[in-house]
């Protein structure tokens, strides 16, 4: 799923601009799979399956693979409509530099949960 | 064709509250027994435009909504920009209860929700024999901080988008988009530190005065109740549940397939809550 972010975020020309100052690379965790994104203007520009020693990122988004599936159902339970409710249920944590994260927030949060998509959710 | 214009009226009111003059904002509609609805943090009473044009609530009750100092149309204190604003229990419940005394209402039913919905738990304990009832929406005596709320009121940080997104996913993905959307544009809109400032309040860690507070309401002079959505995971369900067990003789509902913002995110969902709720305590007399 994480694989699918590019075409997923890059395909959705909002989404692209409300990302359109955004220059980072961040990690997301699936279990204990590394995956290691770069943005560019708003544009994923390449998702890495890891792990990489020694690859700096500037904040991790890390949850189990049951946590990510159930934030990605087409109509979400309660408490998985979007990663800080899976945070807030211990299911997630979220490190590092958070300052891009927080200053992008709606796009972030629409980022993680774009493989929703997929499932014909919004 | 006739201009369609709501039945909602606002006017300023001078109010002095803890020393200090305030020009406060306030919005009303209908006839009947007073009904006094408090916005959540860092909004203002637009969230209750709804039901202040459902004739099926002001066929019978006057419906009054203020912006809290601060917030809205409302004006901070003189001297507001050298201060940082931090709500406290006795501030809104002096608020709220300077607001109806003003206005010589008569035993009203206060409605609040969020922050709104815990400070009626104060005002019942309190205030219990001037008021009709109390309707707590999301309302925990005690919910858990889950956000680092520095981050509301911080230069590296737009305001109004972070206070909009921290709470996006609190409503429910059922709720419609248009009323979702209009929810959050009202969350975009608060002076800087105000959401924050509110929070102090919300998440304040004063569990031994709330306790307090539930075991003196007594709930057949003051009825409380209690509605919580499903899809509200900063005062959760169980967190509303837990208040209930707290207040004797009070009533706790929870609302399928609704978030944290039930009156603005779903209007016409809330209805089928909140109109036997009304109707409960307009009958009960």
């Not at chain 1, 100052?21 to 965790?29: N, P, R």
């Not at chain 1, 490190?95 to 499932?119: H, M, S, T, W």
Request: net charge negative; hydrophobic share 40%.
């Amino acid at each position: 799923m994480i694989a699918k972010l590019p075409e997923l975020v890059n395909g959705d020309e909002r989404l692209v601009w409300r990302g359109r100052f955004l220059a980072v690379d961040f990690l997301v965790e699936v279990g204990d799979i590394p995956y290691y994104v770069s943005i560019q203007s708003g544009r994923i520009t390449s998702v890495d399956r890891g792990p990489f020693p020694m690859r700096p990122w500037r904040f991790a988004v890390r949850a189990t693979a049951e946590a990510w599936e159930k934030l990605w159902e087409s109509v979400p339970q309660p408490g998985y409509t979007d990663i800080l409710g899976v945070m807030k249920r211990g299911e997630a944590r979220i490190e590092g530099d958070l300052q891009p994260l927080i200053a992008n927030l709606r796009y972030f949060k629409e980022v993680l949960a774009a493989p929703r998509r997929l499932k014909g959710g919004v | 064709m006739a201009a369609e214009i709501e039945p909602i009226v606002g006017r300023y009111i001078h109010l002095r509250m803890g020393g200090r003059p305030y020009r406060v904002y306030f919005e009303e509609a209908g006839k009947g027994i007073p009904l006094v609805c408090l916005h959540t943090a860092g909004s203002d009473t637009r969230q209750y435009r709804h039901l202040m044009t459902d004739p099926a609530v002001t066929e019978h009750y006057r419906v009054l909504a203020f912006d809290l100092p601060w917030h809205g149309k409302s004006t901070p204190p003189p001297g507001w920009h050298e201060e940082e604003y931090r709500l406290t229990t006795e501030a809104y419940a002096g608020a709220v209860m300077g607001f109806c005394r003003a206005l010589e209402l008569d035993r009203p039913v206060v409605m609040g929700c969020s922050m709104g919905g815990r400070i009626v738990i104060p005002l019942a304990a309190e205030y219990g024999k001037e008021l009709r009832a109390v309707i707590g929406l999301e309302a925990g005596y005690q919910v858990q901080p889950w956000f680092d709320n520095t981050w509301l009121h911080h230069p590296d940080v737009h305001g109004g988008e972070i206070c909009a997104a921290r709470v996006s996913g609190l409503m429910a993905p059922q709720s419609p988009e248009e009323t979702r959307w209009e929810t959050l544009w009202g969350y975009m809109q608060s002076g800087p530190g105000v959401f924050k400032g509110d929070l102090y309040f919300y998440f304040q860690r004063a569990e031994a005065d709330f306790h307090g507070y539930m075991a003196r309401i007594d709930t057949k002079v003051c009825p409380v109740y209690l509605l919580a959505g499903e899809y509200d995971y900063s005062c959760t369900p169980e967190d509303t549940q837990r208040t209930g067990t707290h207040i004797q003789g009070s009533e706790v509902i929870i609302m399928k397939e609704m978030g944290h913002f039930p009156m603005s995110e779903n209007p016409d969902h809330f209805r089928s809550y909140i109109l036997p709720v009304l109707e409960k305590i307009r009958t009960r007399e």
